[in-house]
């Protein structure tokens, strides 16, 4: 399984972005996809999952409320909606997929997840 992210760029407090991670090879065996990002200097932090089975949705409490995962039309793609964004949002964010069936405890670590885009720079300032 193959990934790509795009959509991130510069955009002011307040203001919205909405990140694609598309999928190629065999997205069919994908069960979990999700974000994570990564600021400098910091470790690799859980933004979002979703469950392709119960499309279920699991969000870190630091974008709760303010991001939303959906899925695209074209295959095992999704979107990543974020809103009200703030400059501790900003990082370099990750798509990534796995075709385990994580249990909840597991959705947060990165080690669960076996395939990973490259990354997409989000900059939230003024």
């Known amino acids: 399984v193959q990934l790509q992210a795009y959509g991130g760029g510069l955009v002011q407090p307040g203001g919205s972005l909405r990140l694609s991670c598309a999928t190629s090879?065999?997205?069919?065996?994908?069960?979990?996809m999700g974000w994570f990002r990564q600021a400098p200097g910091k470790e690799r932090e859980f933004v979002v999952a979703?469950?392709?089975?119960?499309?279920?949705?699991h969000y870190s409490n630091s974008v709760k409320d303010r991001f939303s995962i959906s899925r695209t039309n074209v295959g095992r793609s999704v979107y990543l909606q974020m809103n009200s964004l703030k400059p501790e949002d900003t990082a370099v964010y990750y798509c990534?997929?796995?075709?385990?069936?994580?249990?909840?405890?597991?959705?947060?670590?990165?080690?669960?997840?076996?395939?990973w885009g490259q990354g997409t720079q989000v900059t939230v300032s003024s």
């Open positions: 990534t997929a796995t075709t385990s069936r994580l249990i909840v405890s597991t959705l947060f670590q990165p080690a669960a997840y076996d395939n």
């Open positions: 090879g065999r997205t069919d065996s994908i069960n979990v």
């Open positions: 979703f469950r392709w089975s119960t499309g279920s949705r």
